[in-house]
């Protein structure tokens, strides 16, 4: 099955910096690629997301990017904010798939 | 429109008891999900229903666990016998249609709350 490697475990940055989480999956069937984000008590909020056939993906200040061949796709968050601190989740899965497989998690923490 | 509902949102049971979790999916969504989130790991999927057909069980980590969906609608995560490792959140999320059928597609899921088991 797939397996969904994320890395840093943790993360701190300035407020204003920027923030990277990167991810690697195993299953070249793989072609979706969701970032979901959970804020302490609640559940996971779909951010972003990406498929197969697109590299990059834009909105606003967030944007992810995909790396097919080398089967790593990464989650950037640029001009940081307090209210962007948060555990982030990557996930992979494939058309027909009936679940998710996802990472371990980043915890972004953003100092004012 | 409302979200995903869990309940309850916190529950705390002994070692051996049984314990029922619930979820009621955004209306209209025909699919269903329920994972599993122990501390500081990823997501762990149970189960998945879809519609009428048999669900996809082979994230169950034993015969202690059990899912049910009735009605295509609210469904109920039965934990039989629970033990301390069973402790974590449980979630539930649903999504507008399966993943199979549509050729390069597969549809966001929508997560619910959570619910936090404890098992003393």
């Known amino acids: 099955g797939e397996n969904v490697e994320q890395h840093p475990s943790t993360l701190s940055v300035q407020e204003g910096d920027s923030a990277v989480i990167k991810c690697t999956y195993s299953d070249s069937a793989s072609n979706y690629f969701p970032w979901y984000k959970q804020e302490l008590g609640k559940g996971p909020q779909l951010i972003i997301d990406?498929?197969?056939?697109?590299g990059e993906k834009k909105d606003q200040r967030i944007a992810v990017t995909l790396n097919k061949t080398a089967k790593h796709f990464s989650l950037h968050i640029t001009e940081t904010q307090p209210e962007d601190s948060a555990v982030y989740f990557c996930?992979?899965?494939?058309?027909?798939?009936?679940?998710?497989?996802f990472g371990t998690g980043t915890r972004l923490t953003v100092i004012p | 429109g409302a979200g995903v509902s869990q309940s309850p949102s916190n529950k705390v049971t002994e070692k051996g008891k049984d314990v029922e979790l619930r979820c009621d999916p955004i209306s209209g969504h025909t699919a269903l999900y329920w994972y599993r989130q122990s501390l500081g790991q990823g997501l762990e999927f149970l189960i998945y229903?879809?519609?009428?057909?048999?669900?996809?069980k082979s994230g169950l980590p034993s015969d202690r666990f059990s899912a049910e969906r009735t009605g295509g609608s609210v469904s109920t995560l039965t934990i039989q016998r629970t033990q301390q490792e069973d402790s974590a959140v449980y979630l539930c999320a649903s999504s507008p249609r399966s993943n199979s059928g549509r050729a390069g597609s597969t549809d966001t899921q929508y997560f619910g709350p959570g619910t936090r088991l404890t098992v003393l």
């Open positions: 996930a992979a899965s494939w058309t027909r798939a009936n679940n998710l497989f």
């Open positions: 990406i498929r197969s056939n697109v």
């Open positions: 229903f879809q519609g009428n057909s048999a669900p996809d």
